[in-house]
């Protein structure tokens, strides 16, 4: 989808002014801050990539299949400090489950209706989508707060506003409907996370590497780590983006 919509000047390109945004309804000076000059723009020398200043989250999520109907199993995050969030969804759809995601996926889930919550690092839940969708808006929300718990103006711009969060992914198509869909539409997140996911899949082609290499091994991590456990493989994205962040 497109993030905006252009004034068409007739001429087959998009020039000219942004209108109300079908991503996030928005306007214009919410565009023009964003794009840094939408059409027009000039890659920076080095063409690192630019976040705005705003707080890098990575994420992955396991669920029940490629295809439109898949649910949500679990979700695993982790910000660029370090602190993660992970849960488990007790209303995924179980009658999609094969023989393969049993073996790969459920095998890997923490079990958190089993274990006891002090055995399990902390932000780990287990519950319906309702009770997940409200655990993860508050974690997401300690990313950029006054809290006193992570001290003052913690991710604050100097004119007293937070800043917004930037979702990672790795191949996201899937990830990013399927967070999305915990609020069940995409007008409904967080209002503190970016409306544009990103993933690392390009940019492991940006930098000229085959995104199609195993994650673990480009990252230096153990290749018999807890591969399809959301938790794990959005900290294997996390190592993998700041190796290609400082693989210029
Ligand atoms: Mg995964």
């Known amino acids: 989808m497109a993030p905006g919509q252009y004034t068409d000047v007739g001429n087959g390109r998009a020039e000219g002014t942004w209108q109300r945004c079908h991503a996030c309804r928005d306007s214009a000076p919410h565009h023009a801050a964003d794009?840094?000059?939408?059409?027009?723009?000039?890659?920076?020398?080095?063409?690192?990539?630019?976040t705005g200043g705003r707080v890098k989250v990575f994420f992955d999520t396991e669920?029940?299949?490629?295809?439109?109907h898949t649910t949500l199993i679990s979700i695993g995050l982790i910000a660029e400090d370090g602190s993660t969030f992970y849960a488990?969804?007790?209303?995924?759809?179980?009658?999609?489950?094969?023989?393969w995601l049993r073996e790969n996926v459920i095998n890997n889930l923490l079990g958190l209706?089993?274990?006891?919550?002090?055995?399990?690092?902390?932000?780990?839940?287990?519950?319906?989508?309702?009770?997940?969708?409200?655990?993860?808006?508050?974690?997401?929300?300690?990313?950029?707060?006054k809290d006193a718990a992570f001290g003052d103006r913690r991710n604050y711009e100097p004119n007293n506003t937070p800043q917004?969060?930037?979702?990672?992914?790795?191949?996201?198509?899937?990830?990013?409907?399927?967070?999305?869909?915990?609020w069940g539409h995409a007008f409904?997140?967080?209002?503190?996370?970016?409306?544009?996911?990103?993933?690392i899949c390009t940019?492991?082609?940006?930098?000229?590497?085959?995104?199609?290499?195993?994650?673990?091994?480009f990252a230096g991590?153990?290749?018999?780590?807890?591969?399809?456990?959301?938790?794990?493989?959005?900290?294997?994205?996390?190592?993998?983006?700041?190796?290609?962040q400082g693989a210029e």
């Open 35 to 50: 794009t840094a000059g939408g059409v027009g723009f000039t890659m920076p020398a080095g063409s690192s990539v630019s």
């Open 63 to 68: 669920f029940t299949g490629l295809h439109q």
């Open 164 to 182: 917004k969060i930037e979702m990672w992914s790795d191949c996201l198509s899937y990830d990013w409907v399927l967070f999305c869909q915990l």
């Open 113 to 145: 209706e089993l274990n006891a919550p002090a055995a399990l690092p902390p932000d780990c839940y287990c519950g319906d989508t309702k009770t997940i969708a409200r655990k993860l808006e508050r974690w997401l929300s300690q990313l950029s707060t």
């Open 88 to 99: 488990e969804l007790t209303d995924y759809d179980k009658s999609q489950v094969d023989d």
């Open 221 to 244: 991590l153990d290749t018999n780590g807890q591969k399809h456990n959301a938790l794990w493989d959005a900290k294997v994205i996390k190592a993998c983006y700041e190796r290609l």
């Open 188 to 199: 409904n997140i967080p209002k503190n996370v970016y409306y544009i996911p990103f993933d």
């Open 203 to 217: 940019l492991f082609k940006v930098r000229g590497i085959d995104p199609d290499i195993s994650r673990e091994e």
